[in-house]
């Protein structure tokens, strides 16, 4: 019902091109949301989706966030999660030609989960991509059809967003008598102190901090995911206001003046609805378009501030 009522509001509040001034924006909605070529790479996409809803496997779900309003038992099989959970169609051709139009050359993907994001920014584009999901069988699957599919640009890291959005999130590290090994999940609490922004919602609770111990491994290279620059971030996993909000802080970090960020479900709740209210109020955000089924916001510091809401 909630969705339902801001569906209509969004018909009431939302354009087309017309009445666009901003040239960038007008150029965006005409030539990239408004394309009705039909491109190769959607092939791609439409094969990857067939061969998930041909996929008779029963999976064990580790659920996070918000979760599905639709799928509620732990066990899940891979076709209805294909059909119910992910990305539709219509908006993985979106994302697809996003990524040809801004000419996105790396992402980050928060939200795998069966990969069809991924695919679709990954089909017929030179893109280097990062993403993440915190299930382990599901991203098993993913992993499978990137394999299968010969999406060689893509890296896959399973696990939680609160934990891999630490600047210290991964160190090589050797142990006493051990060989050189890598231990994404070693954080220690001084390091956590002066690396992640003490203001910031996003904090670990001090119970989850691992302190330093005698036989520690000492850190050294850190290889953060918050040490690289995106072009475009799509956050689409916990779709919930303090956990929205917490991701869009810490990936501030990771924007370039052309980078977008694309939250998913912005109307999916009163909370969403008020984290891409405080999100489009950011400072740093120039630009935002509201898709309903996304919000889009850019950085372009030569860009006076406009929100615009625009039927796709
Ligand atoms: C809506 S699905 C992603 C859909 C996918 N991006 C697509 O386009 O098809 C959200 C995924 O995020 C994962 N997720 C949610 N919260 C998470 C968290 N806190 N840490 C890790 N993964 C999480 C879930 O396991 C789920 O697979």
């Known amino acids: 019902m909630f969705t339902f009522l801001a569906f209509i509001k969004f018909l009431l509040r939302s354009s087309n091109q017309h009445g666009v001034h901003s ?11 408004y394309d009705r070529k039909k491109h190769l790479s959607y092939l791609i996409l439409k094969q990857y989706r067939k061969s998930l ?17 639709v799928l509620k038992s732990d066990e899940r099989e891979v076709s209805k999660m294909a059909k119910i959970a992910g990305i539709s169609p219509k908006r993985a051709r979106l994302l697809n030609r996003l990524v040809r139009y801004l000419e996105v050359d790396t992402a980050l993907e928060l939200g795998t989960s069966l990969g069809m994001g991924t695919a679709a920014m990954a089909a017929g584009n030179n893109i280097k991509i990062t993403t993440l999901e915190g299930c382990p069988e599901t991203g ?12 060689r640009n893509v890296e896959l890291k399973v696990g939680e967003f ?26 220690y609490g001084a390091d956590f102190q002066s690396m992640t922004n003490r203001n910031s919602k996003f904090q670990i609770p001090n119970s989850q901090k691992k302190q ?10 850190p290889i953060s995911i918050l ?32 980078s977008v960020m694309i939250f998913d479900d912005i ?19 120039r630009v935002s378009i509201d898709t309903f089924q996304w919000g ?17």
């Open 267 to 285: 109307h999916w709740s009163r909370g969403m609805e008020e984290a891409w209210e405080e999100i489009k109020a950011h400072p740093q955000v």
């Open 53 to 69: 809803l041909k996929d008779e496997r029963t999976i064990r779900i580790k659920d996070f966030g918000a979760g599905s309003r």
């Open 212 to 221: 330093p111990t005698t036989d520690s491994p000492q850190p050294t290279t």
């Open 140 to 151: 098993k699957v993913a992993e499978e059809k990137f394999q299968e599919f010969g999406l």
């Open 227 to 258: 040490n690289t620059k995106y072009s475009l971030l799509f956050i689409d996993g916990n779709h919930q206001k303090e956990a929205t909000l917490a991701y869009f802080e810490k990936l501030l970090a990771t924007v370039h003046n052309d």
């Open 23 to 33: 040239p960038f924006v007008y150029n965006l909605v005409t030539k990239c949301f």
């Open 162 to 187: 609160e934990e891999k959005l630490v600047v210290s999130g991964q160190w090589s590290v050797v142990r006493p008598n051990s060989q050189l090994t890598t231990d994404n999940r070693l954080a």
């Open 296 to 312: 889009m916001v850019f950085f372009r510091r030569e860009q006076e501030k406009e929100h615009f809401v625009i039927r796709v």
